[in-house]
């Protein structure tokens, strides 16, 4: 039977180690850590978001534009359902984000661990390779412990967000020892830090709104919920647009974004809305005038930026003090100085060059038999269950290793 070598407990190595088996493939899987999945514990606050009704290529970021679509169009979201259910889950959905029935992380880990057990798969601990060699027709797979022979090695040792679980960046100096690009990695999906504003006394305050990222002639949106903070902005919106921040940042170019805490309305006609409150509110001051809006520590933030004082009357405003209130409601300039590093990522952005990668099989194209899975690769989704997805596609992709 031939051999293949999964080098990575994670996710989208276990999705692998199971569709390899199933395959017909002698498994064995080497994660260096001590415990399988440590990463994919974490996920949706341990419920575990593992996929997304919602599905199209903008959800999916990386170099090589279309590279993901080569997985996806073969494990879509119900194939990924169809193959979770074969293992025994039942799924919890709401508002198309799908969950385990047990709202436990453990539940889809320990049901990828159960199969591997029942085909036979050879599941090793503590297992740290430190080389990938050619043996003739075949690959050799080196521990510091001892080797094995492989017809087929895939590398799905992850990235290097969330170091405490293991993603230590280990992975991109193997596949770098083979001949591979390695895209500079960068956090992704994590907080946005920000030159001091007004807005830092709102910290801990949450308010819907849109936040205009600007790195450089670009400019990236995201609307959500935001979570004003004393460094910067978070939340989902500052999380979808970061890997853009950091890229930028990392590459020596200015970022800015342009948040928006009333995205219904245009910047240009919200002066003659403003006027219209204070008419038919006769006798606020401007906190009060505010108050219906947005929570007090938002609203006082959002006036000390205008140079308003907090509770003088609201009786006719000039057009300036118009104008400065709605730009700082709008349009509040914040000068982006970093991120979240990668201890705080969810994702890493950044990876394994795909052009160096068949999108239909997950192979080398420089160097037959190796196979790569999940966040090694430059490829990285939004939050929402897409990362997870993008592991279970690539994963059920490369374990195949070309067998459709």
């Known amino acids: 039977m031939a051999q293949t070598v999964v080098i990575g407990g994670g996710a989208a190595g276990l999705a692998a180690a199971v569709s390899a088996a199933r395959t017909g493939f002698q498994v064995t899987v080497l994660e260096r850590t001590d415990t399988l999945g440590k990463k994919l ?83 090793r601990t503590g297992a740290k390779v430190t080389g990938i060699f050619r043996d003739g027709n075949r690959l050799l797979v080196k521990t510091a412990e001892t080797s094995f022979g492989a017809e087929g ?39 946005l830090y920000a030159e001091k504003t007004p807005l830092a006394k709102a910290e801990g305050v949450r308010a819907a709104g849109r936040i205009d990222l600007y790195d450089g002639a670009r400019v990236r949106s995201a609307a959500g919920e935001l979570q004003i903070t004393g460094f910067g902005i978070s939340g989902i919106p500052a999380f979808q647009v970061s890997r853009y921040a950091a890229r930028a940042l990392s590459e020596g170019r200015p970022v800015k974004a342009v948040v928006s805490f009333l995205p219904e309305y245009d910047v240009r006609k919200l002066p003659d809305r403003l006027a219209e409150r204070i008419r038919r509110l006769p006798g606020r001051d401007f906190m009060e005038i505010l108050s219906g809006w947005f929570p007090e520590k938002l609203s006082a933030a959002l ?14 405003p000039s057009p300036r003090v118009l104008q400065a209130l709605s730009g700082a409601i709008a349009a509040f300039p914040l000068n982006i100085v970093g991120t979240g590093d990668f201890s705080k990522a969810q994702v890493t952005a950044g990876g394994v060059d795909t052009a160096q990668v068949d999108p239909d099989t997950m192979e080398s194209r420089i160097f037959p038999g190796l196979y790569f899975a999940g966040e090694i690769l430059d490829v990285d989704g939004d939050c929402g269950g897409y990362n997870l997805h993008w592991a279970w596609a690539s994963g059920l992709l490369a374990g195949k290793q070309g067998k459709q």
């Open 41 to 123: 514990l974490s996920t949706g606050n341990g419920r575990c978001n593992l996929a997304n009704r919602a599905q199209s290529p903008s959800f999916y970021h990386c170099n090589e534009e279309g590279f993901p679509l080569g997985a996806l169009k073969r494990f879509p979201f119900q194939a990924v359902l169809d193959f979770f259910e074969s293992l025994g889950l039942s799924f919890k959905e709401r508002e198309g984000y799908v969950y385990p029935r047990s709202l436990k992380a453990s539940s889809v880990r320990d049901a990828l661990l159960s199969e591997l057990r029942v085909l036979g798969a050879d599941v």
């Open 153 to 191: 090695v895939i590398l799905a040792c992850g990235g290097k967000a969330f170091p405490a679980s293991g993603s230590d960046g280990s992975g991109y100096l193997l596949a770098e020892s083979l001949g591979h690009r390695v895209i500079p990695p960068v956090p992704a999906l994590v907080p």
């Open 303 to 316: 006036l000390k930026k205008a140079g308003i004082p907090l509770h003088i009357p609201a009786r006719d």
